[in-house]
């Protein structure tokens, strides 16, 4: 009971630093990992005196947080926004890693004498952008859809096919053309897999009427981990089946949207802060000096010669612009997955496997200052920043079984065009009504010489058949204002 208390106290301080964190690394404008990283440094060996060494259990723990990770990214991308970009990211989540691979092994090979295996096995490790500070950075600055979209689907996607290159060349099995056969199969399983069981956990959740609002955000995460576990039994993907299962479902009219969205980004949270502090405490500041040099020129040859190159090819066939380009290849940011991905090697005893978790260790944090505080500016330096853009429009939604209804809860953010709209000229679909405005801490009956304000909070009811016409009516409204339909715009795009 003693060491439990310990465990729960420390933990408890832990995140309650890591929180607080957040806040101060925006003000700096620092990827907050970095923090993270430095908390687990300071409460380590070298630190505060905690050892731990497990490399098998911080590959396990790694790959757990992953999957939430994953999961919460694929729960909070829209795929109307992702939709344009659907070629390019899947083209740089799987033609830009055999890239990425072949030519930071072939430089490692020549710059550092490393043996072939041995250098490809440091570009598998190197080809993963990380979910994680792909997420938080990106989705915080104004680009084009189809950049973002291109980005977040690389980022969840390209784990797979890198976890597999990993694991083959971390094996003594030999490398030859049954390697593309099987990985073909497992990105293709892992697809199927996690596309059927979001399809089928979408159907289940909109049906099954749970008795407590906070069940549906641990049904859909369970859904999710779900597809890691089977797509593992059958030796297929399980990162790209959780990805996809969490895109699937969170893009479904789900019953209680927003606390499911609000749930997994905790989650997320939760995840990424203990990975991270769980990797600072594992390095040893004494070993990664050591691998300073190797951990640079790594560095050198993956973000100037590798990931421009695997852009350029990946990207070539959809005639994208020259300064697209280049920020798409400032923008392949790693974080804690080429990290985890390095404690495959160690954790199987492979000689030189540490070296390569403390290279990949020096590589991250200085990537990461140097990539993820400069893309904004670059963003602004190549036109790409589209400037200040207004949020989403939010909509949630309670089943009313009796009744053959649901109850849609619409917050009005900062720069949305239904500010200023009258509820006459928001124009609903028959079977649908606004029934309570709620305005600064009350709430009143509406009528429709009422004037919609930003920050105001909406409860609509409506039927289930015309919920689908009416969330599309308010997200047109949101874009256009009360002549949307006159500009075209319809909300389905």
Partial sequence: ?????????????????????????????????????????VIGE?????????????????????????????????WREVKPALLPGIALSTVAVVVTVGITGAGLHWLLG????????????????DAAAVFSVLRSLSVSRRLVGSLELESGINDAPSYIAVVVLASS???????????LYELGAGALIGLALGWLGAQALRHAALPATGLYPLATVAVCVLAFACGQVVHASGLLATYLSALVLGNSKLPHRSDTVSFAEGMGWLAQIGLFVLLGLFASPDRLLDALVPGLVAGAVLTFVARPVSVLISVLPFRMPWREQV????AGLRGAVPIVLAMIPLSQGLPGAQKLVDAVFVLVIV??????????FLARLLGLSAGASPKEVEVDAATLDELDAELLQVTIPEGSKLHGVYLSELRLPPGATVSLVARAGGGFTPESTTRLQQGDQILIVATQRARAATETRIRAVDRAGRYARWKGVTGEE
């Avoid at 490399?55 to 729960?75: N, P």
């Avoid at 990537?367 to 904004?376: A, K, M, N, V």
């Fill in 1 to 41: 009971m003693h060491e439990l208390t310990n465990a729960l106290g420390i933990g408890a301080a832990v995140l309650l630093v890591a929180v607080l964190a957040v806040r101060f690394s925006v003000r700096l404008g620092l990827p907050s990992l970095l923090l993270y990283l430095a908390l687990g440094l």
């Fill in 46 to 78: 070298s630190g505060l005196g905690i050892e731990f060494s497990n490399a098998e259990l911080t590959q396990s723990l790694g790959l757990a947080a992953l999957v939430l990770i994953l999961a919460e990214g694929g729960l909070t991308t829209r």
């Fill in 114 to 129: 490393f043996e072939w295996r041995y250098a490809l096995l440091w570009g598998a490790v190197l080809a993963s952008t």
């Fill in 173 to 183: 099995d030999s490398v030859d053309w049954l390697l593309s056969l099987t990985a």
């Fill in 327 to 330: 920020f798409l290849s400032w």
């Fill in 367 to 376: 990537l990461t200052l140097l990539q993820g505080t400069t893309l904004g």
